[in-house]
C-alpha cells in the first residue's frame, strides 16, 4: 500500500493544505489513537510542539481526534521532539506526538508520532495508522470521552534528562557559548541547561513570535551563529533546528561544523574510553567519504543507510551501534536517547572540548572532507529517468572513472520530482565532471 499521509519522518506539508489541515489533524488523531487503544489501563498521548503560529490549530485539533476515541491527552507546550520522545516513555503514555516541521519555514507544519518506547512508528504501524484514516472512526461513548491536561514542570523534567547527560565531574564555568535556539521548541530548554551548567551565555533565536522560527536563523543559518560566535568572544557556538533534534556547531574562529565531523568526534571520544558499542557509527549514504576514513584508521567501520535519521536510527537498533546521525547535524546517541537530540548531543561536544583544554577549532575538525557535490535534476511527473538506459550507462561509465577513488550516490527525492546526484572524491574537478555529465544525461532523458 503506498503511503499518502507520511513521509519519511512523519506527516509534513503547507499548513491549511492537503494533508495539513485542522481536519486531517483531527482525523490523525482519531486514527492514531484507535490504533494504540490496546488492553484495559486509561489510555494516554503526550502531545508537544514547536513555535510556529499553526501549532495550536493542529493541537486543538488533534487534543479533539484523539479525546474523541477515548484517550487522555498531556499537553507540553513548545518543547523539543526528543523531549516528547523521553517523555512518552516517562510518563508510560501509550503514544507521543510532535507538532512540527523542524527546520521548514513557519507556513509549513507536521506531525510527527512516537511509540510507546519513544521510537519512532515503524513503516508498518503508519501503514495501518492510514488504513483507519479511510474509514469512519469509532468514538468512544459518551462517557468515555478523553480528559486534556496542561502540564507545567515539563520544561523542568527535560532539562533535568539532559543535564544527567552530562558528565558528573565536569561543569561549564569559565565558558563562553553562543547558542541559536532558532526561535524554536529549544528557545527555553537549551539555556536553562547550559546556565545551570555553568555556562556564560550569548543567546540567539530566544523570542518566538509564531512566525520567525528558522527565519535567518538556527541551524539551517548559522552564519547568524558564526557572526555572533566571532563578535562576543565565545568559545564555541551552538546552533538547533526549530524542534531541536539537530545541531550544527561553530568554533571560535566561526567556522562551521557539521554533523559528520560531530559523529567523528563523539564517537572516536567513546572508543577511546571503551563506551563505543556495535563496533562502527552508523550514518547516511550522504556523509563524507572523510568521515569513513577517519573512522577506519582507528579500526571503527561505518554502516551506512537511506537517508532519513529512522533508518539511521532501525539500523543502530539491528547492529548494537550507540553512534549516529546525519551530516544535517541528527546526531543519535542511543545510550541516552531514541531519537536526534540537539542538546544531548551538543552536552557531549562540549565535554570533549573541556576534557581536550584546547580551543574549539582544534577539536572540532577530526578530519579533512572530500570534495563533495551535490545537484538536483527536475524531471517530468510519472516519468524515470534513472531507468533510461542512457543514464545506467553514464552511472556506470562515472563509476569505471572513479576506479575507487571516490563514491557515487543517485537518488530520487522523497517529495519533489527530483533526482539528486552527488559525488565525492579527492580531485574536485573530477567530481564536478561527473556530476555535471550525470546531470546531464538525466535531463536529456
Same mark, same amino acid.
Request: aromatic fraction near 4%; include cysteine; hydrophobic fraction near 45%.
Given at each position: 500500500?503506498?503511503?499518502?499521509?507520511?513521509?519519511?519522518?512523519?506527516?509534513?506539508?503547507?499548513?491549511?493544505?492537503?494533508?495539513?489541515?485542522?481536519?486531517?489533524?483531527?482525523?490523525?488523531?482519531?486514527?492514531?489513537?484507535?490504533?494504540?487503544?490496546?488492553?484495559?489501563?486509561?489510555?494516554?498521548?503526550?502531545?508537544?510542539?514547536?513555535?510556529?503560529?499553526?501549532?495550536?490549530?493542529?493541537?486543538?485539533?488533534?487534543?479533539?481526534?484523539?479525546?474523541?476515541?477515548?484517550?487522555?491527552? $498531556?499537553?507540553?507546550?513548545?518543547?523539543?521532539?526528543?523531549?516528547?520522545?523521553?517523555?512518552?516513555?516517562?510518563?508510560?503514555?501509550?503514544?507521543? $506526538?510532535?507538532?512540527?516541521?523542524?527546520?521548514?519555514?513557519?507556513?509549513?507544519?507536521?506531525?510527527?508520532?512516537?511509540?510507546?518506547?519513544?521510537?519512532?512508528?515503524?513503516?508498518?504501524?503508519?501503514?495501518?495508522?492510514?488504513?483507519?484514516?479511510?474509514?469512519?472512526?469509532?468514538?468512544?461513548?459518551?462517557?468515555?470521552?478523553?480528559?486534556?491536561?496542561?502540564?507545567?514542570?515539563?520544561?523542568?523534567?527535560?532539562?533535568?534528562?539532559?543535564?544527567?547527560?552530562?558528565?558528573?565531574?565536569?561543569?561549564?564555568?569559565?565558558?563562553?557559548?553562543?547558542?541559536?535556539?532558532?526561535?524554536?521548541?529549544?528557545?527555553?530548554?537549551?539555556?536553562?541547561?547550559?546556565?545551570?551548567?555553568?555556562?556564560?551565555?550569548?543567546?540567539?533565536?530566544?523570542?518566538?513570535?509564531?512566525?520567525?522560527?528558522?527565519?535567518?536563523?538556527?541551524?539551517?543559518?548559522?552564519?547568524?551563529?558564526?557572526?555572533?560566535?566571532?563578535?562576543?568572544?565565545?568559545?564555541?557556538?551552538?546552533?538547533?533546528?526549530?524542534?531541536?533534534?539537530?545541531?550544527?556547531?561553530?568554533?571560535?574562529?566561526?567556522?562551521?561544523?557539521?554533523?559528520?565531523?560531530?559523529?567523528?568526534?563523539?564517537?572516536?571520544?567513546?572508543?577511546?574510553?571503551?563506551?563505543?558499542?556495535?563496533?562502527?557509527?552508523?550514518?547516511?549514504?550522504?556523509?563524507?567519504?572523510?568521515?569513513?576514513?577517519?573512522?577506519?584508521?582507528?579500526?571503527?567501520?561505518?554502516?551506512?543507510?537511506?537517508?532519513?535519521?529512522?533508518?539511521?536510527?532501525?539500523?543502530?537498533?539491528?547492529?548494537?551501534?550507540?553512534?549516529?546521525?546525519?551530516?544535517?547535524?541528527?546526531?543519535?546517541?542511543?545510550?541516552?536517547?531514541?531519537?536526534?537530540?540537539?542538546?544531548?548531543?551538543?552536552?557531549? $561536544?562540549?565535554?570533549?572540548?573541556?576534557?581536550?583544554?584546547?580551543?574549539?577549532?582544534?577539536?572540532?575538525?577530526?578530519?579533512?572532507?572530500?570534495?563533495?557535490?551535490?545537484?538536483?535534476?527536475?524531471?517530468?511527473?510519472?516519468?524515470?529517468?534513472?531507468?533510461?538506459?542512457?543514464?545506467?550507462?553514464?552511472?556506470?561509465?562515472?563509476?569505471?572513472?572513479?576506479?575507487?577513488?571516490?563514491?557515487?550516490?543517485?537518488?530520487?527525492?522523497?517529495?519533489?520530482?527530483?533526482?539528486?546526484?552527488?559525488?565525492?572524491?579527492?580531485?574536485?574537478?573530477?567530481?564536478?565532471?561527473? $556530476?555535471?555529465?550525470?546531470?546531464?544525461?538525466?535531463?536529456?532523458?
Amino acid at each position: 500500500m503506498a503511503r499518502k499521509f507520511f513521509g519519511t519522518d512523519g506527516i509534513r506539508g503547507k499548513v491549511n493544505a492537503d494533508p495539513m489541515t485542522a481536519e486531517i489533524a483531527m482525523r490523525v488523531g482519531q486514527a492514531a489513537g484507535a490504533h494504540f487503544l490496546r488492553g484495559d489501563h486509561r489510555h494516554r498521548v503526550v502531545i508537544g510542539k514547536d513555535t510556529r503560529l499553526s501549532g495550536y490549530m493542529m493541537e486543538s485539533a488533534m487534543v479533539a481526534g484523539f479525546t474523541s476515541v477515548g484517550m487522555d491527552v $498531556v499537553l507540553l507546550g513548545p518543547m523539543p521532539t526528543p523531549a516528547v520522545a523521553m517523555l512518552t516513555r516517562s510518563m508510560r503514555a501509550d503514544l507521543g $506526538v510532535m507538532i512540527s516541521a523542524s527546520h521548514n519555514p513557519y507556513v509549513d507544519n507536521g506531525i510527527k508520532l512516537f511509540g510507546p518506547d519513544g521510537y519512532k512508528l515503524s513503516d508498518e504501524a503508519e501503514r495501518s495508522i492510514e488504513r483507519r484514516l479511510a474509514k469512519e472512526p469509532k468514538l468512544a461513548k459518551a462517557e468515555l470521552v478523553g480528559r486534556a491536561k496542561r502540564i507545567d514542570d515539563a520544561r523542568g523534567r527535560y532539562v533535568h534528562f539532559a543535564k544527567s547527560t552530562f558528565p558528573e565531574k565536569l561543569r561549564l564555568d569559565g565558558l563562553k557559548i553562543a547558542v541559536d535556539c532558532a526561535n524554536g521548541a529549544a528557545y527555553q530548554v537549551a539555556p536553562e541547561a547550559l546556565w545551570e551548567l555553568g555556562a556564560e551565555l550569548v543567546p540567539l533565536g530566544i523570542a518566538p513570535n509564531g512566525t520567525n522560527i528558522n527565519m535567518g536563523c538556527g541551524s539551517t543559518h548559522p552564519e547568524l551563529l558564526a557572526e555572533a560566535v566571532v563578535a562576543s568572544g565565545a568559545d564555541i557556538g551552538l546552533a538547533f533546528d526549530g524542534d531541536a533534534d539537530r545541531l550544527i556547531v561553530v568554533d571560535e574562529k566561526g567556522a562551521v561544523v557539521d554533523g559528520d565531523q560531530l559523529m567523528a568526534l563523539i564517537a572516536l571520544a567513546r572508543a577511546r574510553r571503551g563506551e563505543l558499542t556495535g563496533g562502527a557509527v552508523v550514518a547516511t549514504i550522504m556523509s563524507n567519504l572523510g568521515l569513513e576514513r577517519r573512522l577506519a584508521a582507528d579500526n571503527i567501520g561505518l554502516k551506512r543507510t537511506k537517508v532519513g535519521d529512522r533508518y539511521v536510527l532501525e539500523e543502530m537498533r539491528a547492529s548494537g551501534c550507540n553512534v549516529g546521525g546525519e551530516q544535517s547535524g541528527h546526531i543519535i546517541l542511543a545510550d541516552h536517547a531514541t531519537t536526534g537530540d540537539g542538546l544531548v548531543a551538543g552536552l557531549q $561536544v562540549l565535554a570533549a572540548l573541556i576534557e581536550s583544554g584546547k580551543p574549539a577549532s582544534e577539536v572540532l575538525t577530526q578530519f579533512d572532507p572530500v570534495p563533495q557535490l551535490l545537484k538536483n535534476v527536475r524531471y517530468a511527473d510519472g516519468a524515470d529517468p534513472l531507468a533510461a538506459p542512457a543514464v545506467k550507462a553514464r552511472i556506470a561509465e562515472a563509476e569505471r572513472e572513479f576506479d575507487g577513488r571516490g563514491r557515487i550516490v543517485i537518488r530520487k527525492s522523497g517529495t519533489e520530482p527530483l533526482i539528486r546526484v552527488m559525488a565525492e572524491g579527492d580531485d574536485a574537478a573530477e567530481v564536478e565532471a561527473i $556530476v555535471d555529465s550525470i546531470c546531464q544525461a538525466v535531463a536529456a532523458a
